[in-house]
């Protein structure tokens, strides 16, 4: 069955960094575009960013744009986040999510359980 | 701010038919597919609605969509006490070049 499990998240201090991983599983890969979303404590829902099936293709947030970098690694089945200049604005829950059309549309057929990142000093 | 506004809250008693939207523009709802999301407390959203009124296998038929101009709607007939959660839309905007979540509605079954 497709699994997502994402790893990577905890504290961090103010203007810190910090590499998210989503590791997938129960299906093709490098067959599908990913993206990352999170969410606030009591927040809804942001989109942050998608990378195409080979890593040639990428959109940002524009909130995320420049500090946060998304890539994948196909032979290991696996999705990045790169937070560079972190702030308390970005504390909260990340997922990775499938996104079953090739093109950036919102179709996410399988979310990972998230991993919670925290801002602070 | 989501340029994509729903209601903050729903609610209805069990059985009844509960209706959310999701209101956008032209450069979003209005030239890009709806999709629509439940979120239990504590787990991660699932998808109940995609490409504007079709359901994943295994969602209940309890559940609908529909999209007129820039709005959407997710319907919920026979409102169930698992139904209670939140719900968000979502859309590509084309002017922004990313995606958009609705500010995402709670549903209340009374």
């Known amino acids: 069955q497709v699994q997502l499990v994402e790893s990577g998240g905890g504290l961090v201090k103010p203007g810190g960094s910090l590499r998210l991983s989503c590791a997938a599983s129960g299906f093709t890969f490098s067959d599908y575009q990913m993206t990352w979303i999170r969410q606030a404590p009591g927040k809804g829902l942001e989109w942050l960013s998608h990378?195409?099936?080979?890593?040639?293709?990428?959109y940002y947030a524009d909130s995320v744009k420049g500090r946060f970098t998304i890539s994948r690694d196909n032979a290991k089945n696996s999705l990045y986040l790169q937070m560079n200049s972190l702030g308390a604005e970005d504390t909260a829950v990340y997922y990775c999510?499938?996104?079953?059309?090739?093109?950036?549309?919102?179709?996410?057929?399988?979310w990972g359980q998230g991993t919670l990142v925290t801002v602070s000093s | 701010q989501s340029v994509v506004t729903q209601p903050p809250s729903a609610s209805g008693t069990a059985g009844q038919r509960v209706t959310i939207s999701c209101s956008g523009t032209s450069s979003n709802i209005g030239s890009n597919y709806v999709y629509w999301f439940q979120q239990l407390p504590g787990t991660a959203p699932k998808l109940v609605i995609y490409r504007n009124n079709q359901r994943p296998s295994g969602v209940p038929d309890r559940f609908s969509g529909s999209k007129s101009g820039t709005s959407a709607s997710l319907a919920i007939s026979g409102l169930r006490s698992e139904d209670e959660a939140d719900y968000y839309c979502a859309t590509w905007d084309d002017s922004l070049s990313g995606l958009v979540f609705g500010t995402g509605t709670k549903v209340t079954v009374l």
């Open positions: 999510a499938r996104e079953f059309v090739v093109a950036p549309a919102g179709y996410f057929d399988y």
């Open positions: 990378i195409n099936y080979s890593g040639s293709t990428t």
